[in-house]
């Protein structure tokens, strides 16, 4: 350090502040998304107030389960990227959506007809 003490949260410190638990945001270091900006005197890191922002930005993303790339590419430049990637997320979140009812539309199906003779069609009919 440069004769400069160095300030900011403690990983320990931004799990109570913004309720993202210390696993999560070990996580981030790991797919280097945010790196925490300071380290103190003793070697732990130190977060900032932008990095708890963009913290909470990624931890939001990982919440609507954008892709690690998207998520990059939105931290790095998030007025550049946000809208662009919020579409895109929309878009699979639809098409998981019509996977998911279709799967759940027919998981219904074969719990309801087990014990007929619709049950053999229905499980002929997807192999």
């Given at each position: 350090?440069?004769?400069k003490?160095?300030?900011?949260?403690?990983?320990?410190?931004?799990?109570?502040?913004?309720?993202?638990?210390?696993?999560?945001?070990?996580?981030?270091?790991?797919?280097?998304?945010?790196?925490?900006?300071?380290?103190?005197?003793?070697?732990?890191?130190?977060?900032?107030?932008?990095?708890?922002?963009?913290?909470?930005?990624?931890?939001?993303?990982?919440?609507?389960?954008?892709?690690?790339?998207?998520?990059?590419?939105?931290?790095?430049?998030?007025?550049?990227?946000w809208?662009?990637?919020?579409?895109?997320?929309?878009?699979?979140?639809?098409?998981?959506?019509?996977?998911?009812?279709?799967?759940?539309?027919?998981?219904?199906?074969l719990?309801?007809?087990?014990?007929?003779?619709?049950?053999?069609?229905?499980?002929?009919?997807?192999?």
């Amino acid at each position: 350090m440069s004769g400069k003490k160095a300030t900011g949260k403690t990983i320990g410190e931004v799990e109570k502040l913004t309720g993202i638990p210390k696993r999560e945001l070990k996580y981030f270091i790991e797919q280097r998304l945010v790196q925490p900006s300071q380290k103190s005197e003793s070697g732990y890191w130190l977060y900032s107030n932008e990095d708890i922002l963009n913290v909470q930005l990624a931890s939001l993303c990982r919440e609507l389960d954008f892709p690690v790339r998207s998520i990059r590419a939105i931290l790095e430049a998030p007025s550049r990227h946000w809208q662009t990637e919020l579409e895109r997320q929309i878009v699979r979140l639809t098409e998981k959506k019509v996977r998911t009812e279709a799967q759940l539309a027919r998981a219904e199906a074969l719990r309801l007809n087990w014990k007929t003779a619709e049950w053999a069609s229905l499980i002929q009919s997807s192999i």
